[in-house]
């Protein structure tokens, strides 16, 4: 028998948020890096992860693509995904 879809949302703390879906993958975690590029733009990288310690290895990979790419700074936020029968987030 085929998993039931959902939808995975996920609330970040500025306020943005992201709906992922309809998947039946195990999927736990939501994690963005935003860089501030050496030229002053902004980047934006996303994904998600089966597990909060999978999660947290971006942080490790966000500070070695900052020396790598030169970046100005970056900020890095991981939130748990909340699972929903609907695309809607509250």
Do not use: Q
Request: charged share 25%.
């Amino acid at each position: 028998m085929a998993k039931r879809k959902v939808y995975l949302i996920a609330v970040l703390p500025d306020g943005y948020v992201k709906t992922i879906g309809p998947t039946a993958l195990d999927l736990t975690h939501y994690w963005r890096i935003v860089a501030v590029l050496a030229n002053g733009k902004t980047e934006v990288f996303w994904g998600h992860s089966k597990s909060l310690a999978e999660a947290k290895r971006t942080k490790n990979l966000a500070v070695e693509a900052a020396a790598t790419r030169g970046w100005k700074s970056h900020a890095v936020d991981i939130v748990e995904l909340v699972r929903s029968d609907t695309a809607d987030a509250g």
